[in-house]
């Protein structure tokens, strides 16, 4: 990559990351804070704290993707990097459910995903793009893996308040990188229909599908895996990062050799099933034996290994396959996808831990990559249409 790409990518990348983290950082922690509020949270009540920005978010990344398209992605991600700071500080000074629940939703309104996504594709040429998508996507996973060790120590010291106002304060932090640092390049003109064409591409819906579904079962995952690391280990949340850190480290180890194994060898389709299957095996073992603090830690570590797997080789499709064109629209359905997964997760895993506890939340989360391996197919990306290829 040239020197505007790598200003492009580090830039981006950088500024996704704050947003994950700030997203993230709160999952281990936000349901047992709900429970220990003033007038508790019901279950379902915490599975939409943990689930409810991804609805928002779901509802705009189409709109602000196509909307980017047009009047370019930085004064979209700005608009966006805003909103959500604003949600950060009201959750940051709510006393209540219903405070936090309004907070989550306004974060979730600064739907930037798609946009970020699509500003990275203007400035990188096509033979470098998807080495540069797979690079936001690395910035991605370590945000998530620091996120998830920072939470439990950061709420231990500022508490879940501090949480989001840490929170806000990084996503103010990204507005010069935004404003000075990220260059913007050519766009090609969007193309009348473009939404549609993203819809009507069995090949990228089916992608669609498969992101929503993952970030399902993570989202289902965090309602019920505090609770159980807090019975069965004993664990106070300040602590909870004594699990995530070895698990999350560990479960990266294998990933990066299975891709590029996977890539040279040509066989993405079976390791791709694979993973989709070792997900619902990982799940199952929780449903059946979480109250065991060997099996808990084994299925963890198994379900991070997939889901860091897939987490990886999703982007690397889409980006692949997604008409350079239209590439907000497309990119906004996928996004969509990834958030309306973290709802649907967290409302799933919410409902059922009312129904049945902590076992019931893991028991109904393997039945969605179940009915993935029904669709996934073979994943076997569409070349991108001929692109300009004047960028620098």
Known sequence: MNALEWRAVGGLSLIYALRMVG????????????RALPVPASDLQIGLAIGLY?????????????????IGRRPVVIGGMLVFALGSFIAAEASSIEGVLLGRAVQGMGAVSAAVSAWLADVTRTEVRTTAMAILGVGMGAAFILALVLGPVLAGVFGVPGLFLLTGVAALVSLPILVWAVPTGPRLPPTAGGLRMALSSGTLMRLN????????TMAALFVAAPLALADTLSLPMAAHWQVYLPVLLLSIVPVFPVIRATERHGRMPVVFVGAIGLLAVALGLLALGANTAAVLLVALLLFFIAFNFLEGALPSLISRAAPPAFKGAALGVYASGQFLGGFTGGLLGGLALGWGGV????????????LWLGFAGRPRPAAPAAESSHRQ
């Open 54 to 70: 991804g609805l928002t978010q779901a509802a705009l990344q189409i709109p602000l993707g196509w909307l980017s398209d047009r």
């Open 209 to 216: 599908g498969g992101i929503l579904v993952l970030h399902a």
């Open 359 to 370: 076992s019931a939340v893991f028991a109904v989360a393997a039945v969605l990559p179940l």
């Open 23 to 34: 997203m993230f950082m709160v999952l281990p922690v936000l349901a047992l804070y709900a």
